[in-house]
């Protein structure tokens, strides 16, 4: 009768322990998982930090925390990515009144944004009879920058153009700034010529003008693999090694105080709804906020795009602005990417086209 009645407490201790973690476990618990920096670079070592805290008298003898991880976010330990996205799990046992501060050493291994958005607590009874789940959100993000380049270990066209364009920016006349007349040489311009000078001296003249500092520079970036705008963006190395050109070209025109901007046919996750007909861009600027701008907008993009790039250069052909700077970057040239060239120089836009090439990124800048 004894052992009948020890079994019957038994379990109703059990029962009612069970029932008492269910009614009051989650009750003054509070769970926050952060990332110890908001940006990094590919390759750079960041932490995961989960931060728990029960406000209440009430022990916790175990809570789980799972949620799924991008696979290029890898352990410090083991730096191999894995084939799909894994699952990560940490355990906690809470005292009355306690908080917990546990960080995860990991390694981003690829560009673009993570965030951490939605998290599985479960916590369970002395006994490990019975578990309850809640869902928590987060709002944990990481924007991972693309890789930097050398200068050295840029495309030979690349290191040209930026080359060219540090000298170039500062020896350009400026059709504003007249400081006088001369005369005719060969190879002038008719358009240059000033007739009221040529008759007052009956020598042919021309306006001279002062040089102003730079052309406005617009940086354009194709990611179209295939002439068929239906076929998808495949090649994914090659569009990675793009956007790190594309990076390291901002970095180094940052380095000399040139203005640019950027247009591309790339585009955004929350850019992808067809209704939304806009290119991502970086508006003109200069500096280093503007050099993050860049880097940030290049880390929001997807291998996906809603506009065949010949619409782009349509809305190039439609600014007004003569003898501005056009770089293309792109992995094909289409003969209708030929012909809307051509068109643009006739407008009097300066245009280069600068080939792009799957090449492995070893470097960071």
Sequence with gaps: MNLAWLIIFVVSFIYCQSYFFLKFGFKGLTYE?????????PNEKIEIIDEITNKKILPLPWVSVEAKLSKYLVSVIDERIPDEDPFHQTLFSLLPYQRIKRRHHMIVKKRGVYQLASVALTLGDMFGFSDHYQSHETAARLVVYPMLMRKSDLPEDVQFFLGEHAVNRWIIEDPFLKIGTRDYVEGDGS?????KQTAKRQVLQVNEHDHTRERDLTILLNIDQADDIWLPIEDDDLFENSLSVIASVFY????????FRFLTNAVTKDKRDPAINDFVSVEKGQG?????????KL???IPERKHH??????????????????V???PIVTPILKVQVDQLKKQGKRISIIPLRKKKVMHNA
């Design 33 to 41: 998982r952060t990332f110890n920096k908001q940006t990094a670079f």
């Design 191 to 195: 358009h240059k010529i000033n007739w």
């Design 252 to 259: 180094d025109l940052k380095l000399q105080g040139a203005p």
């Design 288 to 296: 280093h906020r503007h050099y993050i701008e860049g880097l940030t």
């Design 299 to 301: 880390s929001y993009l």
């Design 309 to 326: 790039f010949k619409y782009v250069l349509e809305n190039v052909a439609k600014e007004p602005g003569i003898g501005e700077t056009y």
């Design 328 to 330: 293309i970057f792109t």
